[in-house]
C-alpha cells in the first residue's frame, strides 16, 4: 500500500491494487484533486477513514455516441415533465446526493470534507451539477469534474426524489457532451443504472491512453 506524503504527487496507476486502490492519504486541496482527476484516480472513502485513492481495472465509462434510453424515457422527453438546468444549484446537489438513501450503504460517502472540497472546485469552474426540476422543486441531478481541456467529464454522483430524475439529468448532459465533441463520461466503476443507458467497461490502459 503506497501512502501519499505532503509532496503533491500520486504514484502510477499501475501500482494499484486488484480493487483497484492506489493510494491512502494525502488531502483534498484543489491542486490534488485536480491532479488527480488529471491523472485518472479519484478518492472515494467512508467517513472517519483515511482518504482512499482509486484508479481501477477495468473502468466504466460511456462514449456519447453510445447512449441509449428507453421508449419511456423519450416519452418523458417529448412531455417535457422536467426542466433541466447547469451549475445553478450546485451546493444543494452534492447536499442530497450524500443524504440520499441507497441500497446496502449504511453511510454516505461524500462527506462534509468531500461537499467542502468539490465545492470550491466549482467555485473555480471545474465542479460541474446538472440540476432537474419539476414544479420548480429540485427533483434530481448529478455532480462531477468537466476536464474541459481534454474533452472529458468525470461523473461524481446523482440523485432522485422521483422515478427517472437522474436519468434525464444524466441524459440530458450526454446529448450537451456530445453536441461539444466531449470523449467520454468516466463512470468510474460498473453501474447497472449506467450500464442500462450505454455505458461499458474498458481496461485502465485504454482509458488512460484516452486520458493522455
Known sequence: MIFLS??????????????????????????????????GIFPWYNKGEPIIWWAPDPRMVLFP????FSKSM??????????????TAFKEVIKNCAQIKRFGQEDTWITDEMQKAYLALHKKGIATSVEVWKNQELVGGLYGIDLKDKKIFCGESMFSKVSNASKYAFICLVQKLKNEQYK???????????????A????????LKILK
Not at 200 to 207: A, K, L, Q, T, Y
Request: net charge negative.
Open 6 to 39: 505532503d509532496k503533491l504527487n500520486f504514484p502510477d496507476c499501475n501500482l494499484a491494487d486488484d480493487d483497484g486502490i492506489l493510494a491512502i492519504g494525502g488531502d483534498l486541496s484543489e491542486e490534488r484533486l485536480l491532479l488527480a482527476y488529471q491523472s
Open 65 to 68: 455516441d453510445e447512449l441509449r
Open 74 to 87: 423519450k416519452v418523458l422527453f417529448k412531455k417535457e415533465i422536467f426542466t433541466v438546468t447547469y451549475n
Open 184 to 198: 467520454l463520461i468516466d463512470c468510474q466503476v460498473y453501474n447497472a443504472h449506467l450500464d442500462s443507458l450505454g
Open 200 to 207: 461499458r467497461e474498458i481496461s485502465r490502459s485504454n482509458f
